[in-house]
């Protein structure tokens, strides 16, 4: 049974009268991956927004950090899994099939990251992401040394608890609209 027929609850803009520095990015979205990624065509109701989410998303995920591209992907899947985000779990689940070559890895981390063959390091990092998602409260000085152990720097940290804040605001946001992910995601690197 296929997911539903749309992209958001709230609907979305119209992509011919979106400004022309968006429509360049719809273009280059088609061009790389055949389709734009509907997160976008959600956010298109607000462009001001869409261009925040697009800023914020490209300094998390693709500039220069102490954690790999595929690293940050595992942190997205395993926020989205704590809060049961639908969206970013096909969306950043093929991500993770996609950097890691390994068509089970993003599962795995979908349904439970603690299966995982991950290195400590890596463990680390998840088990930080999850417990700053469901219990944020109870982050503290355990968790920070816990991180410098596996030689996450003050920067690595920053950009780990940061890359988790965003996808948890980002699954909010796919929770509150009733996002669905473009069917595409789901046969990509199988």
């Avoid at 400004?19 to 389709?35: N, P, Q, S």
């Avoid at 109870?138 to 596996?150: A, C, E, F, P, W």
């Amino acid at each position: 049974m296929p997911q539903p027929d749309r992209i958001s609850a709230l609907g979305i803009g119209d992509p011919a009268g979106l400004d022309e520095d968006l429509r360049a990015i719809y273009a280059k979205c088609v061009e790389k991956l055949g389709f734009v990624p509907n997160v976008f065509h959600a956010y298109s109701l607000r462009p001001a927004k869409l261009r925040n989410f697009i800023a914020m998303y490209n300094e998390l995920m693709l500039a220069p950090s102490g954690l790999s591209k595929l690293e940050r992907e595992m942190v997205a899947v395993t926020v989205s899994s704590a809060n049961r985000c639908y969206y970013c779990l096909v969306a950043h689940g093929q991500a993770v099939r996609r950097l890691s070559g390994d068509p089970q890895l993003g599962e795995m981390i979908a349904l439970n990251y603690r299966v995982a063959p991950l290195d400590r390091r890596q463990r680390a990092m998840l088990d930080f992401a999850w417990k700053l998602t469901v219990t944020p409260h109870l982050i503290d000085d355990g968790d920070r040394d816990g991180l410098r152990r596996v030689a996450l720097s003050e920067e690595d940290i920053f950009d780990l608890a940061e890359t988790a804040a965003f996808f948890n605001l980002s699954n909010r946001m796919a929770s509150a609209t009733d996002m669905m992910p473009n069917p595409e995601y789901h046969q990509l690197d199988r």
